[in-house]
């Protein structure tokens, strides 16, 4: 069965700085694009970032671009979402997804196009 378990979020001060982590398991050698979306209360959930295994070609949302930083290790099925520069427009559930499709780069935005999702981690950003 394949599993996506993100790393625990947290608290952090506005300015601040915080790594999430996602390791897949379970068949996830079949995972090609893996992506960060997040949802705040009463909204919809949105994406963050998402990154091609093989290649490492990627895409970020425009709030997030220069502060957020995706990246993998292929050996481990591992995704890491570095986050500077945290503001608390941030603060939301973040959620790990992951698909055995190579998307385009345009097309890793959206969220219909993956299969597999985490559980979500909180992160707080607060003073």
């Known amino acids: 069965q394949v599993q996506l378990v993100e790393s625990a979020g947290g608290l952090v001060q506005p300015g601040g700085s915080l790594k999430l982590s996602c390791a897949a398991s379970g068949g996830a050698s079949r995972f090609n694009t893996m992506a960060w979306f997040r949802q705040s209360p009463g909204t919809e959930r949105e994406f963050v970032a998402a990154?091609?295994?093989?290649?490492?070609?990627?895409n970020y949302a425009g709030a997030v671009k220069g502060r957020f930083t995706i990246s993998r290790d292929r050996s481990s099925m591992t995704v890491h979402l570095q986050m500077n520069n945290l503001q608390t427009t941030d603060t939301a559930v973040y959620y790990c997804?992951?698909?055995?499709?190579?998307?385009?780069?345009?097309?890793?935005?959206?969220?219909?196009?993956?299969?597999?999702w985490g559980q979500g981690t909180q992160v707080t950003v607060s003073s």
């Open positions: 990154i091609r295994r093989g290649d490492g070609a990627t």
């Open positions: 997804a992951a698909t055995s499709r190579n998307w385009i780069v345009s097309a890793m935005q959206h969220e219909e196009g993956y299969d597999s």
